[in-house]
């Protein structure tokens, strides 16, 4: 296995060594193994047989365009140049956090191997968030994410907190509003995210225990939500179907404003907030102002 190796003085660990060995029992080849310039940690550069290589069970959903246009691009170019990350959760399979997608073109395109840089450590697949460039998360995909793997946290690591796992969240307000997306793809997550984000905090709790707080955060978010709703239905009732009606309505009912130096807690932020919303005065909107609101406020995460 010393061939393998980029450093010929250097003698891999035995986890890199064993995994390499594993490479090529599954029909896989490995090509180096090396460490990385930043941690020094040691990887596998190696070609993996395709079809023993499936997305993390946190990986967000596929997108068929990109998939197509990376289909296109691949194809037409007639070469492949992006490695994916992958991981071995277990021998004879392997992992990709970041990748998926070019995982599928080359389904698509019946390649036999996918070029991978084989991470050693099978934890840095928790670092799907961080790790995962090869197409910016929206709103949705990253709630989503967090959530899935938020829920494999609560079975494997059962005694660590959310605080534990800030780095790999990123932010708190991503797990509330993943519940929310799983209940409601359509979740105008965009028009309650500057909300939560400045009231949603990472938990002390245990994983399990906060799964159940962060549940009862959901459904306030969602109450909210549908009182929101029927307002924005008795405005267009009047005629007003301007795209930028929820965001106007959230941003004249919310009760954070600028001036206050002391946050009120998740709780008490959306019961006002529902509160606020049910009696807000629909005869005072005007499309002009709704018009003129969406042009002087910056948009909305995309969804």
Not at 14 to 39: F, H, M, N, S, T
Not at 162 to 179: C, K, R
Request: glycine share 4%.
């Amino acid at each position: 296995m010393a061939q393998w190796s980029v450093y010929p003085d250097k003698e891999p660990p035995k986890a890199a060594r064993e995994l390499a060995a594993q490479v090529e029992r599954d029909g896989g080849r490995v090509l180096a193994i090396y460490q990385e310039p930043v941690g020094e940690h040691w990887q596998i550069f190696c070609l993996l047989p395709r079809d023993r290589v499936e997305p993390s069970p946190y990986q967000r959903d596929l997108s068929p365009a990109h998939v197509k246009r990376l289909t296109e691009a691949v194809r037409k170019l007639d070469r492949f140049l992006d490695p994916v990350v992958a991981l071995s959760p277990r021998p004879g399979v392997y992992w990709t956090p970041n990748g998926n997608h070019r995982r599928i073109v080359l389904e698509k395109l019946k390649a036999e191997h996918l070029p991978a840089i084989l991470v050693v450590e099978p934890e840095v697949g928790y670092q799907i968030l961080p790790l995962n460039t090869e197409k910016a998360h929206n709103l949705k995909e990253k709630s989503l994410e967090v959530i899935r793997m938020y829920r494999a946290l609560a079975q494997e690591q059962a005694s660590s907190t959310e605080e534990d796992w800030a780095f790999q969240f990123e932010s708190a307000h991503f797990v509330t509003l993943g519940l929310l997306y799983e209940a409601n793809k359509r979740f105008a997550g965009g028009a309650f995210a500057p909300i939560l984000r400045r009231v949603d905090k990472f938990l002390k709790l245990t994983l399990r225990k906060g799964l159940e707080e962060r549940a009862e955060r959901a459904e306030l978010v969602h109450a909210a939500d549908e009182a929101l709703g029927a307002v924005v239905a008795k405005i267009k009732k009047r005629g007003i179907n301007h795209p930028y009606v929820k965001n106007y309505v959230l941003a004249r009912t919310t009760p954070l404003t600028r001036a206050r130096k002391t946050l009120p807690s998740f709780d008490q932020t959306f019961r006002k907030l529902r509160e606020n919303i049910e009696g807000f005065d629909l005869g005072k909107v005007r499309y002009e102002d709704i018009q003129r609101a969406s042009i002087m406020m910056a948009p909305a995460p995309s969804e």
